[in-house]
Nanobody
Framework: QLQASGGGSVQAGGSLRLSCAAS????????IGWFRQAPGKEREGVSC????????YYADSVKGRFTISSDNAKNTVYLQMSSLEREDTAVYYC????????????????????WGQGTQVTVSS
């Protein structure tokens, strides 16, 4: 089970850190992704991290502003979001892929096996 937290309201240019804590499963050899869904839009992949080697992946829209990291001892993945923009407003979800395949597919939400409940991020100007 995944539990996402850390969302909130922030002004443009501000920062937030999201957390994704796992219970009942280990992050070993998994991929943990962050996705977001804004009203009226499709869910999109934001970032992903490989728990086995720490490789990280980002959507072009967040590169240089968001940083994903993991603490395997705590079974927790973080998404540090900086220089937030109004366009980042969305519900953010974390998800685990238990059998990650080619990393070129990390943004395919259908490949993820377990999802957290989502946390709202609202950025105002």
């Amino acid at each position: 089970q995944l539990q996402a937290s850390g969302g909130g309201s922030v002004q443009a240019g501000g920062s937030l850190r999201l957390s994704c804590a796992a219970s009942g499963l280990s992050f070993d050899d998994h991929a943990i992704g962050w996705f977001r869904q804004a009203p009226g839009k499709e869910r999109e992949g934001v970032s992903c991290i490989s728990s086995s080697d720490g490789s990280t992946y980002y959507a072009d829209s967040v590169k240089g502003r968001f940083t994903i990291s993991s603490d395997n001892a705590k079974n927790t993945v973080y998404l540090q979001m900086s220089s937030l923009e109004r366009e980042d407003t969305a519900v953010y979800y974390c998800a685990a892929d238990f059998t990650p395949g080619p990393w070129s597919t990390w943004q395919d939400s259908n490949l993820y096996d377990s999802w957290g409940q989502g946390t709202q991020v609202t950025v105002s100007s």
